[in-house]
């Protein structure tokens, strides 16, 4: 019989979680029983959303203190500009470090006002890459920045946000992660068009398993996302079918990521949207070994997952 053809291990799949600040007490229980269950997939890191114009500024803090405390895994906070002097910012970097905080993704942000232009704060930063450049002179932190596959809507042209993105990697980040996308393509063209303007620091890819086709819908458009005819015929109705709608987004997400992974890449940022099932069903299927419940407070399973 014919030998089969020879196996390539597959190279290992690594994961972020991306949660956002809980606005009740509620919420803040679902959110810390969903990281400590993701933090049985040994993520890298999880991250803290900022809430636009600062409004989140308290509870995004509290919330990344809370996510240090309860899985042992790092934190990265989100930083953003609007609203708020220079001085300001730094106070919220300076307080993030003192927490045990020492990576942030640092962001421009958007106006607190849905649908008006960003302006900045008078005695504020302007951009994400002058934030980068402050928050270096503040104290060593990793610093991670957004990137557009679809260019982000206020850029004059892909290549003017590519010059963008360039721009804050020089001035001293070092991982850009990406705004969510529906098709592979939309992804590795970026990768492509990045890695020919000279960019060599890594490009993790936002992946969002949609948890609702209505809001997804809405997502997409204010960010300019695309969603293919397949895909919005295979999610059609499914609001109505919550259990189907969890199967079949899985199954989207995942194949998503199967391609990606195809194409040599390794890292994945979630957004989970604060749940958790998912995300956790996306890292099994990413291979991902998650840490037995018995073991799962995520330091053990970091050990675990590096063992
Ligand atoms: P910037 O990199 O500053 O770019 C903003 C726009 O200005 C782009 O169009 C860029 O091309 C252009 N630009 C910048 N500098 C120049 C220049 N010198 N000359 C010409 N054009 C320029 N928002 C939140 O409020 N809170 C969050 O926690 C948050 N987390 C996010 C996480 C990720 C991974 C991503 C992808 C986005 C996140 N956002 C968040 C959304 C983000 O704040 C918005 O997309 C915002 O509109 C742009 O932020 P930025 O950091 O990319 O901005």
Redesign the pocket.
């Known amino acids: 019989t014919d030998s089969p053809s020879p196996i390539v291990p597959p190279a290992t799949a690594r994961v972020s979680f991306?949660f956002?600040p809980p606005r009740s007490d509620e919420a803040e229980k679902t959110l810390m029983g969903t990281a400590q269950k993701l933090a049985a997939f040994g993520p890298e890191f999880v991250?803290?959303?900022?809430?636009?114009?600062g409004s989140t500024r308290e509870r995004?803090l509290q919330a990344a203190a809370a996510l240090v405390r309860a899985t042992g895994t790092p934190v990265a906070g989100?930083?953003?500009?609007?609203g708020a002097s220079r001085e300001e910012v730094n106070a919220v970097a300076r307080a993030y470090w003192d927490c045990g905080i020492r990576h942030i993704?640092?962001?421009?942000?958007?106006a607190a006002e849905p649908g008006s232009a960003?302006t900045p704060h008078p005695a504020g930063y302007?951009?994400?890459?002058e934030?980068v450049a402050g928050l270096r002179a503040i104290a060593p932190f990793e610093i991670?920045?957004?990137?557009?596959p679809e260019?982000?809507?206020?850029?004059?042209s892909p290549q003017?946000?590519l010059?963008?993105?360039r721009?804050?990697l020089d001035a001293g980040a070092t991982r850009a992660?990406?705004?969510?996308f529906f098709t592979p393509e939309t992804f590795l063209r970026f990768r492509d068009k990045a890695a020919g303007a000279g960019i060599t620091a890594p490009i993790v890819p936002?992946i969002l398993p949609i948890a609702n086709v209505a809001q997804a819908r809405r997502f997409a458009a204010q960010?300019g996302a695309h969603m293919p005819p397949e895909l919005l015929r295979q999610l059609d109705g499914l609001d109505a079918d919550p259990p189907l709608r969890a199967e079949v987004t899985t199954a989207i997400a995942a194949q998503l990521c199967a391609t990606l992974r195809r194409h040599g890449v390794e890292d994945f940022?979630i957004y989970t949207l604060n749940r958790a099932l998912s995300s956790a069903a996306l890292c099994r299927l990413l291979g991902l070994p998650a840490a037995s419940a018995a073991q799962s407070t995520a330091g053990r399973a970091r050990q675990v997952v590096q063992a």
């Open positions: 991306e956002f991250s803290m959303t900022y809430g636009a114009g995004s989100h930083l953003t500009c609007v993704v640092a962001l421009r942000g958007d960003f302007r951009n994400a890459a934030l991670s920045v957004a990137a557009y260019t982000h809507p206020e850029a004059a003017a946000d010059d963008n993105l721009r804050k992660i990406t705004q969510f936002g960010c940022h």
